[in-house]
């Protein structure tokens, strides 16, 4: 089975600029979730989707918005870049939602650079 | 402060050594603890999740979980330089996997 893909692996972008990132999870998991991990404050919670719908968001502002398609695929977009989201963005896929407990599988991340 | 508190290291072990991993957390709502290892330029892989407090044992790996000191633990026996990763610790609670900061491993032959 192919584990979670996301792409692209590197991107630059400049102050002000969009971007969209891209998650595709393993077949047959519904859930997706977006992490950020940075070196100053580790990996953080952004949402998590599960049959295109956001079921959890985490402490970011609104400028982080994303979305799930009908086949589990899920973006991220992050409008206005400021400096500050240069950072390595990771997906990860599960079966099923969060509520309980259930393994997240994440992809290799995309590593956003915004100067 | 902090949900999950860990020492980010880098902490730099020889061959052989048991390694001790740790972190520690406020937010009593937490049910499900977990240990990552990040190699780098890699996402996170799971290597071992707890529900309950006591240890739970897989190979060279043993985690710990105290909820009453709501303190929670890796032990690696035998390191091996394969080993050499970042460990994050995660805990869940109402659908969210909070990490902690993440401790660099390295482990020298």
């Known amino acids: 089975k192919a584990g979670v893909t996301q792409t692209p692996r590197y991107l630059i972008k400049t102050r002000g600029q969009q971007v969209t990132l891209s998650c595709s999870p393993i077949?047959?998991?519904?859930?997706v979730s977006w992490y950020q991990q940075t070196p100053g404050q580790g990996l953080q919670f952004l949402f998590e989707?599960?049959?295109?719908?956001?079921?959890n968001k985490g402490n970011f502002p609104g400028r982080f918005s994303g979305r799930q398609f009908s086949n589990s695929r899920s973006e991220m977009n992050v409008s206005t870049l400021e400096l500050g989201d240069s950072a390595l963005y990771l997906c990860?896929?599960?079966?099923?939602?969060?509520?309980?407990?259930?393994?997240?599988?994440f992809g290799p991340g995309t590593r956003l650079t915004v100067l | 402060q902090k949900e999950v508190e860990q020492d980010p290291g880098p902490l730099s072990v020889p061959e052989g050594a048991i390694v001790s991993l740790n972190c520690t957390y406020s937010?009593?709502?937490?049910?499900?603890f977990m240990w990552y290892r990040q190699y780098s330029r890699k996402g996170p892989e799971l290597l071992m999740y707890?529900?309950?407090?006591g240890n739970k044992e897989d190979g060279r790996f043993t985690a710990q979980v105290d909820k009453s000191s709501k303190y929670i633990s890796l032990f690696i026996r035998d390191s091996q330089p394969s080993d050499s990763a970042t460990y994050l610790c995660?805990?869940?609670?109402?659908?969210?996997?909070?990490f902690g900061q993440g401790t660099e491993l390295s482990v020298k032959p």
């Open positions: 990860a896929s599960s079966p099923s939602p969060s509520g309980g407990y259930n393994e997240q599988f």
């Open positions: 077949s047959g998991h519904r859930s």
């Open positions: 989707y599960f049959s295109e719908t956001q079921r």
């Open positions: 937010n009593s709502a937490f049910q499900y």
């Open positions: 707890t529900y309950s407090s």
């Open positions: 995660a805990m869940s609670a109402r659908g969210k996997l909070i």
